[in-house]
Structure formats: C-alpha cells, structure tokens
C-alpha cells in the first residue's frame, strides 16, 4: 500500500497474455513453468524475465520466453 496500490495474491490474478517477473525474489525464482502457464491465457503467452530468474530449458511450447 505504500504507493497506493492493492497487491492480489497470485492465486486471485486473471489469466493474461504477458507475465513479466522483474525483480529476483526468492519466491518469483523458485515459481514452476505449470505455475506460470496458470498465469497465462489458455496456458501460453509472453513471459518476460527481466532478471533471469528462470530456468530457459524447461520453459514450454507454448510460452515464448523473453529475457534482457
């Protein structure tokens, strides 16, 4: 709430089309693929991991992985 904003629990988002993980927190670095797919629009879409956090070599067919 510091900047006015209400964090929702993951387990209460909507499915989106892009998931971006910017930061490398230890609970954004130990999330599974099968938790991200969750997060995403019939399972696929963009992921954005700006601090690569996760591991590329288990990243779905359906995911396109994109990293700085």
Do not use: F
Request: charged share 20%; aromatic share 6%.
């Amino acid at each position: 709430k510091e900047y006015g904003i209400r964090l929702v629990p993951m387990d209460k988002l909507l499915p989106a089309h892009t998931v971006i993980i910017a930061v490398a927190h230890q609970e954004y670095a130990a999330i599974t693929w099968k938790e991200i797919s969750a997060l995403l629009v019939n399972g696929g879409g963009l992921v954005a991991d700006v601090k690569g956090v996760l591991k590329e070599n288990n990243c779905p067919q359906d995911i396109t992985l994109w990293r700085l």
